[in-house]
T-cell receptor
Framework: AQSVAQPEDQVNVAEGNPLTVKCTYSVSGNPYLFWYVQYPNRGLQFLLKYITGDNLVKGSYGFEAEFNKSQTSFHLKKPSALVSDSALYFCAVGSGGGADGLTFGKGTHLIIQP | KAGVTQTPRYLIKTRGQQVTLSCSPISGHRSVSWYQQTPGQGLQFLFEYFSETQRNKGNFPGRFSGRQFSNSRSEMNVSTLELGDSALYLC????????????FGPGTRLTVT
């Protein structure tokens, strides 16, 4: 079975400061890792993914994530936060050809204060 | 290219009734997945369809079912609705070439009273 943990329900960051949203995972085999963002009353929007290759993955809106195999982590980062980054962020993991569907974390509310 | 569309966007049903939700994937996408989102349980995988066949199913009771048509459009049905079925139901599609990059629709908000 695969699982994802997002240990923080909420992260508060001042505008212009760097932000990190944490994610750890558990999966059999090679992990396929994703970050999605959800704005109020909207579906999920894809931000970035790690399948293979470079451990530092760059995605949409200036976000990036670092895959750390030894720590089974895939933290989301951004060097300088914007108020418009305030949203609900989900980490997800899949494995083995996609047959098992994605398993999502509980989500982290990111609040960027002006 | 048009995104994933879901209809209806909002629905109110009574306990014991049944409901059918519809999803039209992005043109060219053959895989459609369904998820249930609730405040308590978060996002949970319901099932995935590919070329009209169910490829995988999450841990939901048999009251939840789905199907996919030859044009890749998908429907999910919930029979004998319970209060706990109140949720946002999200549909996602993806191509066969980019296996995991799923594109989500806006969801259908189902309220069971």
């Amino acid at each position: 079975a695969q699982s994802v943990a997002q240990p923080e329900d909420q992260v508060n960051v001042a505008e212009g400061n760097p932000l990190t949203v944490k994610c750890t995972y558990s999966v059999s085999g090679n992990p396929y890792l994703f970050w999605y963002v959800q704005y109020p009353n909207r579906g999920l929007q894809f931000l970035l993914k790690y399948i293979t290759g470079d451990n530092l993955v760059k995605g949409s809106y200036g976000f990036e994530a670092e895959f750390n195999k030894s720590q089974t982590s895939f933290h989301l980062k951004k060097p300088s936060a914007l108020v418009s980054d305030s949203a609900l962020y989900f980490c997800a993991v899949g494995s083995g050809g996609g047959a098992d569907g994605l398993t999502f974390g509980k989500g982290t509310h990111l609040i960027i204060q002006p | 290219k048009a995104g994933v569309t879901q209809t209806p966007r909002y629905l109110i049903k009574t306990r014991g009734q049944q409901v059918t939700l519809s999803c039209s994937p992005i043109s060219g996408h053959r895989s459609v997945s369904w998820y249930q989102q609730t405040p308590g349980q978060g996002l949970q995988f319901l099932f995935e369809y590919f070329s009209e066949t169910q490829r995988n199913k999450g841990n939901f009771p048999g009251r939840f079912s789905g199907r996919q048509f030859s044009n890749s459009r998908s429907e999910m049905n919930v029979s004998t609705l319970e209060l706990g079925d109140s949720a946002l139901y999200l549909c996602a599609s993806r191509t066969s070439g980019r296996e995991y990059e799923q594109y989500f629709g806006p969801g259908t908000r189902l309220t069971v009273t």
